[in-house]
């Protein structure tokens, strides 16, 4: 990386040397991912041009955004010899499916304490990512509560502390300095992709929930001086988001030691396209996504890269770009997704309305 870094001077100074190209790594990933043209959505809509990065097909499991995260995280866990990964997310969680994935590929065991509608939920029918982490292996613990998740997290790695075993916690989808390291390094490689097809982008636009992802495309942008714009588009009510991640923009830049002018103007983050909250699905987003499996036979999903194209094709309809520009949709993942929805999916598109939108497995 840092060969390129030299060779293409129009890259920002400050880079040379950075942290980053120290920190271990393990591939998890196929990189680099698809970049493709978007051609038939981009006639219907009449510009901007739109691309897609298939980070959904990253490779590890059903892929998703979380696999470039890993490689350094489950680094670090190996370095600290752990044994065991404890992690924590939604019932139906991307991320987990992918630790569980990676902590397995690397030897380890894996135990996911999941927030859900109560405590030991366990449902009768087994769909997307609930039967993938039971597949897994992995232990599995429901709460209902992102607070008790984190009790039950630091309970569980202190019994296994004094079995012998060695557990390593991973917080916040991954959302650290160390894992937004992933999403700098898949800034090179978009930059390399345009390159190489004579383009520039002018926008990325993906969906944002704890940040990581959307921090390091921010960082990335700046650091390569690729004058792209990162738009996030919120997938779940956060009051505090935006400082949230302009945070985590901060604390990544000061861990790996980047000297980059970073303002609160280099983030972006549009919390209107959240609907009734996390993992709500509504009408716009099936036809979001039945639109963009008809025009392009590209899968999205309800919770994440469905809402967030929802919100891009939006935006395009407000005229907030113009027809010109290149705009690249960072498909992040989450199919998997796709089937525990089947019935809301199928009302919507034979009648119009669904008899749930709020899934049961979220939590109250
Ligand atoms: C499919 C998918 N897209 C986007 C995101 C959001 O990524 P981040 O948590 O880094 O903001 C997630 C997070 O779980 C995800 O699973």
């Known amino acids: 990386m840092l060969e390129y870094i030299k060779e293409h001077p129009t890259l920002n100074e400050g880079m040379i040397g950075m ?27 009449g510009g901007p041009n739109i691309f897609i990065k298939r980070d959904d097909v990253t490779g590890l499991g059903f892929g998703g955004n979380k696999t470039r995260k890993l490689e350094y995280l489950m680094a670090d866990a190996r370095k600290q010899n752990a044994d065991t990964i404890i992690t924590s997310a939604g019932f139906h969680s991307n991320w987990c499916t992918q630790t569980a ?28 990512n609930h039967l993938l982490h039971f597949l897994l292996g992995s232990e599995i613990k429901v709460v209902p509560s992102r607070s008790k998740a984190d009790e039950l997290m630091n309970e569980l790695a202190a019994d296994l502390r004094l079995r012998g075993r060695r557990p390593y916690i991973i917080s916040f989808a991954g959302s ?40 390091g495309l921010i960082l990335g942008a ?23 991640i302009t ?13 980059l002018p970073l ?43 469905g809402k967030a194209m929802a919100g891009l ?3 395009i309809g407000k005229n907030y770009f ?15 997704a796709l089937f525990p929805y089947k019935q809301p999916i199928k009302d919507f598109m034979k009648k119009g309305e669904s008899s749930w939108v709020k899934p049961p497995w979220s939590t109250a």
């Open 322 to 336: 113009d027809t010109e520009d290149n705009v690249l949709f960072l498909h992040t993942g989450g199919t998997a």
């Open 19 to 45: 942290r980053m190209e120290t920190l271990p790594r393990i591939k998890l990933a196929n990189l680099p991912t698809p970049l493709e043209e978007m051609p038939n959505l981009s006639k219907q809509l």
């Open 101 to 128: 994935c990676a902590a397995k590929r690397l030897g380890m065991d894996v135990v996911l304490v999941k927030q859900g509608p109560r405590e030991g939920y366990d449902p009768e029918e087994y769909d997307g």
């Open 176 to 215: 650290t300095p160390l894992g937004v390291a992933g999403y700098i390094n898949a800034v090179l490689e978009i930059l390399t992709q345009c390159f190489q097809r004579g383009i520039k982008i002018d926008y990325v636009v993906h969906a944002t929930g704890s940040g990581g992802t959307q921090a």
């Open 313 to 315: 094709l939006d935006l």
């Open 263 to 305: 303002g609160k103007e280099d983030v972006h983050v549009f919390d209107e396209y959240v609907g009734e909250g996390y993992g709500v699905i509504s009408k716009e987003v099936v036809e979001t996504i039945n639109r963009v499996a008809k025009a392009e036979g590209v899968f999205l999903d309800p919770v994440y890269s």
């Open 222 to 244: 700046k650091a390569f001086n690729t004058g792209m714009k990162v738009l996030g588009i919120s997938v779940s009510r956060s009051e505090n988001r935006f400082e949230a």
């Open 247 to 259: 945070r985590l923009v901060t604390a990544s830049a000061k861990f790996f030691e980047f000297d």
